[in-house]
């Protein structure tokens, strides 16, 4: 009897925390979104003013596409480099230990040393990126200045932030894949390229698909790196959709208008997310 009750206990503790920390801020911001609200008078109920207001902003349509294409971008970058660097990782046979804690360490860091890292990477002048590329020969870039380099820099940045979590998580799913399937496949003359076509891939299917949702999930909700490098620019080059939500609610003091952009996303992000819950329950009744 006293285990249960000490389990309770804990239950009890955590649930209370959901509460607080997760469920009431999701609950606050739907009603939030139907309210004008400046948290000193009480709120008015507006209805759906607040979602036609942020829908006639011209930066909303540009804030969706930059989140889509950011979130592209990722996949494209972000997701692919961290499964291949830990296949090569799982190929060595020496210093293993060392490269998983190089390669795990930008996770380390707080996200707003990393990301103000790359500001001076990025540095028209004396830049890192750019020293390099005078090296080679070729004229610098201005970076986060154009219109053309600006999302594809921060989607960089964000794949450096993160990829020790996915390689590691990779790595691990790679060292699961039974060796003797290697071994049949080198027995057929399979090289390394095929080896990874034919036994890599097709035993790693589940977690490279919930991979690739939680990256869709995380990527859409991008706010430290145009919030830190860009500022949303040049010409809402980078705003996002979080980023938006920020502007509309401690720039603009419009708490209903970013509660409607934060209730936006939280509905699209609920789609992915009942798409990854279905494929983490197929994968347990595996």
């Known amino acids: 009897m006293g285990r249960n009750v000490t389990a309770y206990g804990f239950l ?17 911001e739907v009603v939030l979104s139907f309210q004008q609200n400046n948290f000193v008078d009480p709120g008015t109920w507006v209805g759906f003013d607040n979602f036609r207001t942020v829908i006639a902003d011209p930066a909303f349509r540009a804030a969706w596409l930059n989140t889509a294409a950011f979130s592209g971008l990722a996949l494209v970058i972000g997701y692919a480099v961290p499964f291949v660097l830990a296949v090569v990782l799982n190929e060595l046979k020496h210093a293993k230990a060392y490269l998983r804690f190089v390669v795990y360490l930008p996770v380390m860091l707080p996200p707003a040393v990393a990301v103000l890292l790359f500001k001076w990477f990025y540095d028209p002048g004396a830049g890192l990126f750019n020293q390099a590329l005078d090296v080679v020969h070729i004229p610098p870039l201005s970076w986060l200045d154009s219109t053309s ?9 964000s794949t ?30 399979a090289g390394l390229f095929r080896r990874i076509w034919h036994v890599t891939i097709p035993q790693t299917k ?19 790196e145009p919030y ?22 401690f720039n603009f003091g419009d708490f209903g208008g970013g509660s409607a952009l934060g209730l936006m ?22």
């Open 12 to 28: 009890c503790a955590a649930l209370i925390c959901f509460a607080l920390f997760s469920w009431y801020p999701m609950i606050r």
């Open 149 to 157: 380099t600006a999302l594809i820099s921060l989607v960089i940045v």
């Open 160 to 189: 450096w932030m993160n990829l020790g979590t996915g390689t590691l998580i990779y790595l691990a799913a790679l060292q699961g894949i039974p060796g003797d399937l290697y071994e049949s496949a080198e027995l057929d003359g």
């Open 206 to 224: 589940l977690i490279l698909l919930v991979m690739l949702l939680l990256q869709v999930v995380a990527t859409m909700q991008d706010f430290i």
């Open 228 to 249: 830190l490098l860009t500022g949303g620019g040049p010409e809402n080059a980078t705003v996002t959709v979080a980023y938006l939500m920020y502007q509309y609610a």
């Open 265 to 286: 996303l939280m509905i699209v992000l609920l789609v992915f997310s009942t798409i990854y819950l279905r494929i983490s329950r197929e994968e347990d009744a595996r």
